[in-house]
Structure formats: C-alpha cells, structure tokens
Nanobody, 128 residues
C-alpha cells in the first residue's frame, strides 16, 4: 500500500523545537516534490514548506522563514521539517504531501491541492 506517514508531533512550550518526519511506504520519494502543510481549527490548510525532488530548491511561508527547515533523505525515503522557536500560532495539524508533477516547490506550497499522496497528519500544539 502506497502511503505517507507523518510523525514527531506533540505538545511543546513556546520557544521549543520539534522535528516532524514524513516517511513513504510502497513507493520511493526521489521523484516527488514534497510539501508540508498545516491546518488550524477554523482555518484553511496552508503551505508551510516545500522541497524539490533533488532537495536543491525549497520554499517557506513567510510566517516560518528563519525558524523552520525542510530537508529530505532520499536514501531513507523520508522528508523532515525541523521547527525551532515555536509559537502558539504554529499550533495545527501538520500534513505532508507528495506529487511528481508540480513544476516547482514554490508552486506546490501555493495551494493545498489534491496531490497524489497525503499523510494522515500529526498534531503540533504550542502552549505553556
């Protein structure tokens, strides 16, 4: 079965860090652009950070620039999102998505479109 599985979410205090993982099973990620999206209660799903298939191009939402870092390890078939200096407004369910057809990482982050694969999501809560 082809699927994406996110992990690494949890409860963290403001200013803390978390690292999310997005692991693929049943297929290899090396031909796919990968995006991290998030959805807070009552809000639309938004692009947080996206990465090209080679990892050479990345894109970040303005709200997370300088705090979040996306990376990928194609040998491990996994993409990561390192989140530092977390704020309460980062609280959301975080999803990863994969698609081979999007032209750029920036284009992928622009819309939470029906990409080929979506994970089930992992909750991130930033609270004291």
């Amino acid at each position: 079965q082809r699927q994406l599985v996110e992990s690494g979410g949890g409860l963290v205090q403001p200013g803390g860090s978390l690292r999310l993982s997005c692991a693929a099973s049943g297929f290899t990620l090396d031909a796919y652009k990968i995006g991290w999206f998030r959805q807070a209660p009552g809000k639309e799903r938004e692009g947080v950070s996206c990465i090209s298939d080679t990892g050479g191009s990345t894109n970040y939402a303005d709200s997370v620039k300088g705090r979040f870092t996306i990376s990928r390890d194609n040998a491990k078939n996994t993409v990561y999102l390192q989140m530092n200096s977390l704020k309460p407004e980062d609280t959301a369910v975080y999803y990863c998505a994969a698609d081979p057809s999007i032209p750029t990482a920036q284009a992928m982050c622009a819309h939470a479109a029906p990409y080929d694969y979506w994970g089930q999501g992992t909750q991130v809560t930033v609270s004291s």
